[in-house]
């Protein structure tokens, strides 16, 4: 009974040893070399976490910042673009999620500010949309846009700040109402697509926010032009003096280049003088020059030097004039090209007008091509601030009036065939003036104002008087000092 009893034991004792062998293994830590295989089908597979890649989807912001904002009451237009702003937000939360992101429910009607989903000249602006993504830098931000653009179209804008990546990838397009949903999707998968998702985090002192536009973007225009007038009023300067020592000329002319163009570089680093500034200044010294040296040709001045100091002073004024014109704000690219081709109008029709007064084509019109480049020089600088046109139109406007110029001449062209008298000689210049015209209505009706929409900084000056102790004086008296008031009157605001 005993043996029995012990042989038990010793089974019972053999079984928990072959039970603990393999309860020690699992418990026990996996080696480096250690291999996982599967054992057939009854093995359950754990599942593994996929990282999440989470997204914010801002708002749609339908106000480019520009005053081109709804209008009250809102016309069909405006309709069509909240409509489609509301199909936009929907899709692009929907899409995101297809494409493998993760929504951010709490920052899906988060707003960028005005300016950060604005589109400025094509761009969006990068500062405000950076702010808001260094504040998760896990996260993903989309920001889309959607304002008004000209013909019924609208301007689709988006912008996409992937994590731990201080830059902004942004995509601009111009689609008609039905396209804005499907534009968006094709948009919006290429900007997230190309996105790293895997780079190394930055720190706060790694990241560099650009700038919107550089201060000063004309300072090479502007200074070239500086370097020629200055050259051009040197060499002015010595022709009206009397002397034609070339051993003068060529360090007069140095040192007129230099003065030129220390002065226009001095220009550009005090105020901000943009590409367009700069033309628009330009136009005001070349045209200038070039109108007061007709009108001296013209008259005939004597001696012969002194029409180069007219030269001199009318560019001089001339470019006084478009310093003046630039005070109340920046002109745009199409405000400059209007003002040289508004000298170039004037020029021509100027010409012309002589010539008709004179009743022959065989002159020189120096005075009267003069005076309209100067009159047109004026009255284009001038409209440059009051009308908003785009760069193309001008130029395409222009190309349409000398075609028409060419036309006219063409079709007056008999009037000159033959003995000349003074009245063919008019009906060929006016055939010619007419096709001028004709062709520049011709290509305003044809073309329209891509120019963006600009709103006025200010609405009109503002004064605000004031009257009262404008400081104190501390003087000596016998009991110490003594502080006495200083009264007086004064005028602030913005004119």
């Given amino acids: 009974m005993s043996r029995r ?22 418990a ?11 054992v057939g089908k009854s093995e359950t597979s754990v599942p593994v976490e996929v990282a999440t890649r989470p997204i914010r989807v801002l708002a749609v912001n339908t106000d480019d910042g520009q005053g081109s904002a709804a209008k009250d009451p809102p016309d069909d ?11 936009l937000g929907a899709t692009l939360r929907d899409s995101v999620q297809d494409l493998g992101f993760v929504l951010d429910l709490g920052h899906e009607d988060l707003r960028p500010p005005a300016s950060a989903a604005a589109p400025v000249d094509g ?18 931000l989309l920001a889309p846009s959607l304002t008004r653009a000209p013909h019924g179209k609208f301007r ?21 109402g039905k396209e804005v949903v499907v534009q968006g999707l094709v948009l919006a998968r290429a900007l997230l697509e190309s996105g790293d998702a895997s780079c190394a985090p930055v720190g706060d002192d790694d990241v560099t926010i650009p700038s919107a536009a550089p201060r000063s973007g004309g300072r090479s225009i502007v200074a070239a032009n500086g370097a020629l007038f200055g050259a051009f009023a040197a060499y002015g300067i010595q022709r009206g003096s009397g002397s034609s020592d070339p051993r003068v000329t060529y360090p007069l002319l140095a040192i007129g280049t230099a003065v030129g163009l220390g002065t226009g570089l001095l220009v550009a680093e005090e105020w901000d003088v943009r590409p367009a500034d700069a033309w628009y200044l330009a136009a005001g010294s070349g045209w200038g020059a070039t109108s007061g040296l007709l009108l001296a040709n013209g008259q005939k001045s004597s001696p012969l030097e002194q029409r180069y100091s007219a030269a001199v002073g009318a ?24 003002t040289h081709s508004g000298a170039a109008y004037g020029l021509f029709f100027g010409g012309l007008t002589e010539l008709a007064v004179r009743g022959t ?55 000159v065939f033959g003995t000349l008298t003074p009245t063919r000689a008019r009906m060929f210049l006016g055939a010619t003036a007419l096709g001028t015209l004709g062709g520049a209505a011709i290509g305003l009706a044809v073309t329209h104002n891509d120019a963006p929409v600009r709103r006025k900084a200010r609405a009109g000056a503002a004064l605000f008087p004031n009257a009262g102790v404008i400081t104190t004086t501390t003087v000596a008296t016998k009991d110490g000092t003594k502080d006495v008031p200083a ?9």
Avoid at 28 to 38: D, H, I, S
Avoid at 123 to 139: I, Y
Avoid at 315 to 338: E, I, K, R
Avoid at 405 to 415: C, E, K, N, Q, V
């Fill in 5 to 26: 009893a012990s042989r038990g034991a010793v089974g019972v004792l053999a079984a928990l040893a072959a039970l603990a062998l393999p309860l020690r293994a699992l």
């Fill in 28 to 38: 026990a830590p996996p080696t480096a070399n250690a291999e996982v295989k599967p």
């Fill in 77 to 87: 237009q405006d309709r069509a673009l909240q409509r489609a702003s509301r199909e």
């Fill in 123 to 140: 761009r969006l602006a990068t500062d405000d949309l950076l702010a808001l993504a260094t504040q998760n830098r896990e996260t993903w």
């Fill in 156 to 176: 689709l804008a988006l912008a996409v700040v992937a994590p731990n990546r201080p830059e902004v990838r942004t995509r601009v397009v111009l689609v008609a």
């Fill in 315 to 338: 560019g001089a004024a001339g470019l006084g004039l478009a310093g003046l014109g630039l005070l109340p704000g920046h002109v745009s690219d199409g405000g400059a090209t209007l």
């Fill in 361 to 415: 084509t065989q002159a020189t019109p120096r005075s009267g091509a003069g005076v309209g480049s100067a009159f047109g020089l004026v009255a284009a600088g001038a409209a440059a601030h009051l009308t908003n046109v785009s760069t193309n139109r001008v130029l395409l406007v222009d190309l349409s009036a000398g075609l028409g110029a060419l036309g006219g001449a063409a079709i007056g062209s008999p009037f």
């Fill in 487 to 495: 009264w007086g009157v004064g005028m602030s605001g913005t004119f």
